[in-house]
DNA sequence: TTCGATAGTAAAGTATCTTTACTAAAATAG
DNA sequence: CTATTTTAGTAAAGATACTTTACTATCGAA
């Protein structure tokens, strides 16, 4: 019997099978995009569902005393022609204003609208009863270690990514 | 003076600016984003740099024995002409191959190529090795404990996403 | 004052999807 | 056993979120 072959050859294959190694790759990736899910279902239930991941993204990037289309790339890591559009589509929107720079004439300064400042102010509100939510899902006396430790993580991983 | 106002209106103004409010977002999203990097740049460094994020993304969920396009679809979270799509830039590159289903034959089953296996063994190095380094990051004594909370996390966040 | 660097825009290209629409085969209802 | 509905997959076009290439206008420094 070639049973101990067969066996053997089984056990190479089973253990080719993806799902098997275990690692916090797919955990952070779960909760990361579950986190985002749950911030847009908040923004569509007041009423930002013209908004999307991008623009949501953007936002908190721009400071309430206006802030250059360079600026707002750097923060957000993409190139400066990427922010322009999304500029664009939320200008179009009506969330910010894009104003000339008094100290310098080739750049401009993007600014939020009252609706835009309104947008911030409920998305704060959003965030911290996420905040509120996480922490109490993970236990109130365990949440600022584990707080903690995931921010340490996340700098660590950037850290080791940067090399 | 109306230098309780002038404060005040700056407080709010201050308080509008969106780094302001901490939340577990922002570190989960950063750690999953590092961590994906790091996943692709050891895929580039072993030889796979003709896979893009969401090509080593798909492929662990493809069993040894073979899976269907709609099984695939429905593990990843996408339709099955997207992965239709994949699948065939995956077959281009070598990595996969499409059969007819003897079992039915609307279906078609997708299989690894001996080059699409060694791909998943070496993912397997890759995530190993990637958990080791995050071990380390955490502390060995904490990190069980930590996975544990982050899996968690992603479980109870994905069911209130539900909802 | 000239010349390289910087701020922004414009247009086209690319990756990764979804939607709509279709064919062929299988499963099920009558 | 046939008619109908469901399921597997493909095809083509559209949407989104970017990047690359290319350009203009202004700034700042030699």
Redesign the pocket.
């Known amino acids: 019997m070639a049973r101990r072959g067969k066996d053997a050859e089984q056990k190479a294959l089973e253990a080719l099978d993806a799902g098997q190694v275990e690692h916090l790759g797919v955990p952070l990736w779960r909760a990361s995009r579950a986190y985002v899910n749950l911030m847009m279902a908040g923004y569509r239930r007041l009423g930002y569902g013209d908004l999307?991941?991008?623009h949501t993204g953007l936002l908190p990037h721009l400071d309430i005393a206006g802030t250059?289309?360079?600026t707002l790339a750097e923060r957000a890591g993409?190139?400066?022609?990427?922010i322009?559009?999304m500029?664009s589509d939320l200008e179009a929107r009506g969330y910010v204003s894009?104003a000339p720079?008094p100290s310098?004439?080739?750049?401009?300064?993007v600014r939020y609208t009252s609706k835009g400042r309104r947008f911030v102010r409920d998305g704060q509100t959003i965030k911290k009863d996420l905040q509120a939510r996480c922490r109490a899902l993970v236990g109130g006396d365990k949440f600022e270690a584990f707080a903690e430790q995931l921010e340490a993580l996340a700098t660590q991983l950037e850290d080791e990514a940067a090399d």
């Open positions: 999307t991941e991008s250059r289309i360079t993409l190139t400066k022609q990427a322009g559009q500029v894009r720079d310098d004439a080739r750049a401009k300064i």
